[in-house]
């Protein structure tokens, strides 16, 4: 999973879930951990890539916080 910050630098993380919307719980809970990652608003979107079989989904935060 990966989104562009305010500043347009890409953050990526892996991380396991069983749905998209796990996923992107995920995702956030993990970017609220790096300190040097300025807070993401609700319309910030995150590129959600699942494996197996591959597919990938863009959502907004809002979209997942409504999960």
């Known amino acids: 999973?990966?989104?562009?910050?305010?500043?347009?630098?890409?953050?990526?993380?892996?991380?396991?879930?069983?749905?998209?919307?796990?996923?992107?719980?995920?995702?956030?809970?993990?970017?609220s951990k790096r300190p040097w990652i300025e807070p993401v608003g609700h319309a910030t979107v995150l590129d959600l890539e699942i494996r197996e079989p591959s597919t990938k989904h863009v959502i907004t935060l809002q979209q997942n916080a409504g999960w």
């Not at 500043?7 to 970017?31: D, F, K, T, W």
């Open 1 to 31: 999973m990966s989104f562009v910050d305010v500043r347009g630098i890409r953050h990526e993380a892996e991380v396991e879930a069983e749905s998209l919307y796990e996923g992107g719980g995920a995702e956030r809970a993990a970017i």
